[in-house]
């Protein structure tokens, strides 16, 4: 079984610059998760979504950062513009969902951004 | 607000040893998670504790949780250089409605000399 699928892996862009990241989830899990992880530190949950709807977006940063998961699998999270202080790495999660889900997350690789 | 704290967040032992790393959390849950993370990898998942009381043991790692404490324990017996990463561990608050996503601690930076 395949597991989460993100891409780019890494992005090197200069600060003002757009940038966006791709996720695929886990084939038939419906809950997806997007995580800001900084250098040292423990992942951070942005955004959740349950199918397309994003069901929990209170720690995105709605001013530059903007998500989206049209038809309900993969998705993708822009930054625009970008800021020295968006360097980080950007995980994707996946879960199955539902009330007979343990909760545990399946994570991606990462895309690591570098802003210049 | 859930947090989630771990201690310490840095570790150096020998191989042979044994160890214990502690998680705390602030608000009551009954699911904890513990994860690991290689450098420059992703995280794996290596526990998911879901009842007061749970134990589980995978080769020399055995994690347990405590939900009356708000405690869980990663215990490292005799180490190998292999088990050398960060590992992170994670709470859930479920609303019983699904997953609500996991809050993470700092990690435990573990290092394992020969």
């Known amino acids: 079984e395949a597991g989460v699928v993100q891409s780019p892996r890494y992005k090197i862009i200069e600060k003002k610059q757009p940038v966006a990241f791709w996720c695929n989830p886990i084939?038939?899990?419906?809950?997806l998760y997007w995580y800001l992880q900084n250098l040292g530190q423990g992942p951070e949950l942005l955004i959740r979504y349950e199918n397309e709807e994003a069901v929990d977006d209170s720690q995105l940063p709605k001013d530059r950062f903007s998500a989206e998961r049209l038809k309900g699998v993969d998705s993708t999270l822009k930054i625009q513009p970008a800021e020295l202080g968006d360097s980080a790495v950007y995980l994707c999660?996946?879960?199955?969902?539902?009330?007979?889900?343990?909760?545990?997350?399946?994570f991606g690789e990462g895309s690591r951004l570098t802003v210049l | 607000e859930l947090k989630v704290e771990q201690n310490p967040l840095f570790l150096s032992m020998q191989e042979g040893k044994n160890y214990t790393i502690y998680c705390n959390y602030s608000t009551t849950s009954d699911r904890l998670y513990w994860y690991r993370q290689d450098p420059g990898k992703s995280l794996e998942s290596l526990f998911v504790l879901l009842s007061n009381g749970a134990v589980k043991q995978e080769g020399r790692l055995m994690a347990s949780l405590d939900t009356k404490a708000r405690l869980s324990t990663l215990h490292i017996t005799a180490a190998v250089h292999d088990l050398s990463a960060t590992y992170f561990c994670a709470v859930d608050l479920y609303s019983g409605g699904g997953a609500d996503g996991l809050t993470f601690g700092k990690g435990t930076h573990l290092i394992i000399q020969p």
């Open positions: 084939s038939g899990h419906n809950t």
């Open positions: 999660a996946s879960s199955p969902g539902g009330r007979s889900n343990t909760g545990e997350l399946f």
